[in-house]
């Protein structure tokens, strides 16, 4: 059983900062890929960030030079400092780890006002 904590979401105004976190716990096998996908009202769930435990990273095109993603393979944490952010980016943002399966977080939500 793999369980995903999530935390760090709030209301900022557009041009700030907040910084996610995803802690996983449980039967995790070593090589796997943690990130965050995000899913706004009436919109699709999209990956957002994601980086493998080797450190290869994709970002979703909206969000490069804004958001970085980082990870801490010894505590098995994801995190996602997003900065600059704009009201588009208001969502509620959700870990995943994905290994043979993907596991998911309860999710967060980020709200940006203008």
């Keep these: 059983q ?4 999530e935390s760090g ?4 105004q557009a041009g700030g900062s907040l910084r996610l976190s995803c802690a996983a716990s449980g039967n995790i096998f070593s090589s796997n890929a943690m990130g965050w996908y995000r899913q ?10 994601i980086m493998t435990s ?3 990273t994709n970002y979703v095109d909206s969000v490069k ?3 970085t993603i980082s990870r801490d393979n010894a ?20 870990c995943v780890l994905r290994t043979v399966v993907s596991y ?3 999710g967060t939500q980020v709200t940006v006002s203008s």
Excluded: H
Excluded at 2 to 5: E, F, G, S
Excluded at 40 to 49: D, F, N, S, T
């Design 65 to 67: 030079g804004r958001f």
């Design 40 to 49: 706004a009202p009436g919109k699709q769930r999209e990956l957002v960030a």
């Design 104 to 106: 998911w977080g309860q």
């Design 9 to 12: 979401g709030g209301l900022v």
């Design 2 to 5: 793999v369980q995903l904590v």
């Design 54 to 56: 080797g450190g290869n």
């Design 75 to 94: 505590k098995n944490t994801v995190y996602l400092q997003m900065n600059s952010l704009k009201p588009e980016d208001t969502a509620v943002y959700y």
